[in-house]
Every structure is written in C-alpha cells, then in structure tokens.
C-alpha cells in the first residue's frame, strides 16, 4: 500500500492515463484502421486478377444486383447500344505519367436497359487548362467492351469548361441530372482500348501487396509496448527508491559515529595517544614536586580548579579525535550527495 501511494501524484496518474489511452487507440483504431485498408487493397487485387483471367461477359451476364458494381469491380463485359456524343462531361484533376490530363465521359444509350456513363479515355490538358480537340463517338449502333466501375464519392458539382461541365469525381447520378439523362447510378464502365469511340484508355491500376498490413502490426505493437514502458519505468523507480533508502540508512549509521572496526573510543586516550587516568591527569606525575599530581598538601580549590582545567582539555582532545577519524555530518551528507550522482551516471 506505501509502494502504490508513492505513485498516486500528478506525474504519475498523467502518465498511467495517456498510455492507456494510447494503447486502447492502437487496437481500437488505428491498427484496425490499416489491417482494414490491408482487406481492401487484397479484395481489389483479386478482382483484377479475376479481370486479367476472366473472358469478357455480357453486362446482364456479370451485374445481377445493385452490389455486382462493387463486387465485380474492372470484370470485362459486353455492351451493344447507341453512343450520346451531346451527352458529355468532362473529369478534371486527373493525372497520367505525371502528365495532367482530361477524362472524357459520354452517354451510351444500350438496346436493353437504362443508359450507363462511360469513360472513353483521356486527352492531355492544353496551355493554360484549356481543353483540347478530340475525336467525337461514333454514331449508329456499336459494341464495346469495358470494365466496371463503382461510383466515386465526394463532392461531383459540375463546373463549366470549355462549353461541358467537368467534375472532379464520378457520380452518376449528378453528372445525369447535369445532362438530362437517367443514368445508372450503382456505377459506370471504364471502356478498354481500341473500342468504337474510345480515346487513349484510362490506365488501371497494378497488383500491389502495399504497406497497411505491416502499418496494422507496427500498430500492433506500440500498443503493447506502451503499458509495458509503463510498467518497466515504475520497476526502475521503485529500485530507485530502494536504492536511496539504503544509502540513506548507511549515511545515518556512519553519521552516529560507529567505528568501521566496531570499537568505541575510551575516555582514557586523549588526543596524542596517551594513557590518562580518571581525573584526565598523567600517569607519571612527579610527587616530589609536591603538586596535584603527586598527592601535595595542597588538596583542596587548587586541585580542584586543575582538575575542571584537565577535563576541558580532555573532552576538546576527545573531540578532536573523533573529528579525525570519522569526519562530521557535513562531510557524511557530501559522501552520500557524491554517491547518488556516480549512481545516476552509471
């Protein structure tokens, strides 16, 4: 219970509350996030390469539902009908080779079922966005071949270039109402090259493995490592802590002046080293002198004020001695100051 409150301060709870956070983050949200974007990229590349294998299909034949469109996306498929050549619209901020480019998209009226937008290619952008000449569909009846495509979301609001309103992503269902055409609005057909009324053919993309699955794992990961730095970083403060409140016990013990030897001084060295007797007088006093020393007549204020002389003498001698040998607690605080900072230097 000690050990937890000593990490119940701000520090500490602020940091216990962003790891969490940050974990619950990764496998809530982020790493769900690529391994999504992983699924998708995998699911695309399987319906191209059910497009590169597949021989083309009529449309009725391949769209059997609304979702077909998705499910089914760049399958080759069979269409005969009419093209609309004063139905057109262009598709702006589209790039080819790094080259700006126009995409060119008409009307194409089938013999059965509504009319579908398609995608006859692209012409490169003229000076200054101006929008080149190029050849118009064909009329009477045709047959192409075009991939599927799924509509595009985001914003498809028509601007006037060029005398034909152009937009920035395929949307049916705005480029139809923009025409006066009732158009199918699940999707649109992408028409291949050498096709009646086709431009250069808008390129589609490779199979790519792409980054999002080892984005997710790396996700993944610092999820897991988050509450473990956590619980690494309170280990090393607790040893810490350990650690400091075992210096600080061996500081108090040599600061109360416990010999390393486990001896004690005696009252009967003075500071020189010599032996003295209980009254703090030498040992060999002369008594022919007739003083303290040597038992005199004189036994009584004389002697006593000798022996309050001696024992000041005596305890100052005492004192310095064991200021010698054990230094004092200035000295013992610095050795345990220098102690702490060649620890956090190692």
């Not at 080819?96 to 060119?104: F, H, P, T």
């Not at 079922?113 to 000449?133: F, H, Q, S, T, W």
């Not at 992503?169 to 705005?174: A, I, Q, R």
Request: include cysteine.
């Amino acid at each position: 219970m000690r050990i937890l409150r000593r990490f119940l301060t701000p520090g500490w709870v602020i940091g216990v509350l962003a790891a969490t956070l940050f974990a619950w983050a990764c496998f809530a949200l982020l790493a769900p996030w690529q391994l999504g974007k992983s699924d998708d990229l995998d699911a695309r590349n399987a319906r191209l390469a059910e497009s590169v294998e597949a021989e083309p299909a009529p449309l009725a034949q391949v769209v059997d539902g609304p979702q077909a469109y998705a499910e089914r996306e760049w399958r080759l498929v069979t269409l005969t009908g009419e093209w609309r050549p004063d139905s057109e619209a262009l598709l702006r901020l589209r790039s080819v080779d790094g080259e700006l480019v126009y995409q060119v998209l008409t009307v194409f009226d089938p013999v059965d079922g509504a009319d579908m937008l398609v995608n006859r290619g692209y012409v490169l952008v003229g000076e200054n966005n101006a929008v080149p000449d190029y050849p118009a569909a064909p009329a009477g009846e045709v047959e192409i071949t075009a991939r599927l495509r799924v509509t595009e979301p985001g914003e498809a609001e028509p601007v006037p270039m060029a005398g034909l309103p152009a937009v920035r992503v395929v949307d049916p269902v705005v480029i139809g109402d923009t025409l006066g055409h009732d158009l199918v609005s699940e999707g649109y057909l992408q028409l291949a090259g050498g096709q009646p009324g086709s431009l250069s053919p808008a390129p589609i993309p490779g199979i790519e493995n792409g980054p999002y699955l080892s984005y997710g794992l790396q996700w993944l990961a610092f999820g897991v490592l988050a509450p473990a730095a956590l619980i690494y970083f309170a280990w090393a403060e607790i040893r810490a802590r350990r650690r400091d409140a075992e210096v600080a016990a061996a500081d108090a013990d040599q600061g109360a002046g416990t010999p390393d030897d486990g001896t004690t001084p005696t009252a009967g060295t003075d500071a020189r080293g010599g032996d003295t007797d209980d009254l703090g007088r030498d040992g060999g006093g002369d008594p022919a002198n007739g003083d303290a020393s040597g038992g005199g007549s004189d036994g009584g204020g004389s002697d006593g004020g000798g022996r309050g002389a001696t024992e000041l003498d005596e305890a100052s001698a005492r004192e310095r001695a064991m200021r010698a040998r054990y230094g004092d607690r200035n000295d013992a605080e610095q050795r345990r100051a220098f102690r702490r900072a060649d620890r956090l230097r190692t």
